[in-house]
């Protein structure tokens, strides 16, 4: 009989190269060593830890997909494997990441110029640089078609007047990519902008992005909001080839698929804490995994984990081969979100009265499972369903 490793039940290891393999060990011991040990107290205080992105980048964490630049230049399985690592200690971790990544780096990286791309790039994979996206306004949130910010031309330049809300990085953000409806043909483009700290002294009048406090999740990350009063742009702000809403959408296509492995990260964590606490604790004399109830929640959970990796992975495959479809990524975003946050919230009723505890940490990825569910696509994955359904009958039901 072949045997059977609970902890990879598909034998995930043998799908992967060993390039993927050193990628996913070298991410596995940063966050072991360094994430896991900061993150009840990041949780606890909710202040931002202005270590973790340089940490991040100086094992090559950041943009790593980008070639050049100081990135690391590896595929999306790679990447993948590096948000599933990062959110087996704390989503908001992952979201700072994936922000910079997939939001930040990318987009210049794909819609930037040279001079965008040397200026930027290099100091945003080591994490000297902080970047931040906005997309979503305080009434257009999954409608971003709908925004209100605008830009306007004005001599060598631009002014863009307008505001973001929930917006991962923000408060600490020194670049920040701005999505904005043009007054002169109607169309989205995305924005460069430099605020006025740390690296950019001279950085933009009216630019402010104050922070969002008292979140009930995510608070090893920070979200803030974007004001922006009749500020002030130098022409080459401007993304030349971010133009049109399908440009921003482009991005959250990198973001999502990192987040479907990520949040089988988060359950895959919950699934191990409880089942050492299942076998540790005794009730009625026998312990707590003894119980054929409780075998099935682990059960339940397992099987999700198992299956949400296969998934993504293939989606990864794909789309290093580039046959990705934007639908394929609803697929696995919509799955393994919702499958993460459902069976997370089952295993938490196994630590009982302990589940209330901050130390015992499921808790603490349920409620940040619960916003893996809301961006990108909302909970119950309503915009997800919706682009599928889109996908399989032809019919736009979004309006
Ligand atoms: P629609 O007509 O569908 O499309 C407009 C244009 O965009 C193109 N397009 C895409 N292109 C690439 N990738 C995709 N995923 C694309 N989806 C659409 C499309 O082909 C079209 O191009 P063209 O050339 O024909 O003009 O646009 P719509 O306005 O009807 O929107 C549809 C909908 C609802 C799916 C879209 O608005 C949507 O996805 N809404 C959800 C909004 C959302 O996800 N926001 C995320 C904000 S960022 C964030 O939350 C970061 S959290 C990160 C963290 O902390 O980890
Ligand atoms: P709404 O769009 O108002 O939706 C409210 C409810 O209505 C949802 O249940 C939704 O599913 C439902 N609904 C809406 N339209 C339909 C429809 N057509 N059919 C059926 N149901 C519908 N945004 C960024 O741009 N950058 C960031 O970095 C970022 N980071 C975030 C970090 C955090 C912690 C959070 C909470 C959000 C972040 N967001 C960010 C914003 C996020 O993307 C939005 O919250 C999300 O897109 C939903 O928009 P909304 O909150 O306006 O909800």
Redesign the pocket.
Known sequence: RVPFRWEDPLDLESQLSEEEITIRDTARDFCREYLAPRVLHAHRSEDFDNSVLPAMGAIGLLGPTIQGYGCAGVNYVSYGLIAREIESVDSGYR?TAS?QSS?VMHPINTFGTDAQKQKYLPALAKGELIG?????EPN????PAGMDTIAEETDGGFVIRGS???????PVADVFIIWARCKWDGKVRGFILEKARRKFPNGLQGLTAPRINN?L??RA?T?GSIFMDDVHVPGDALMPGAVGLGAAFSCLNSARYGISWGVMGALESCLALARKYALERHQFNRPLASFQLVQKKLADAHTEVALGLQTSLRVGRLRDAGRATPEMISIVKRNNCGKALGHARVLLDILGGNATADEYHIGRHVANLQ?TN???????Q??HT?ILGRAITGIQ???
């Open positions: 979201s922000v939001l931040c996206f906005g997309l979503t257009h949130g999954s409608d973001k809300t929930w917006i991962t990085n923000a979140k999740a995510l990350s979200t916003v809301t961006y990108e696509g909302t909970y119950p309503d915009i919706l039901a979004f309006t």
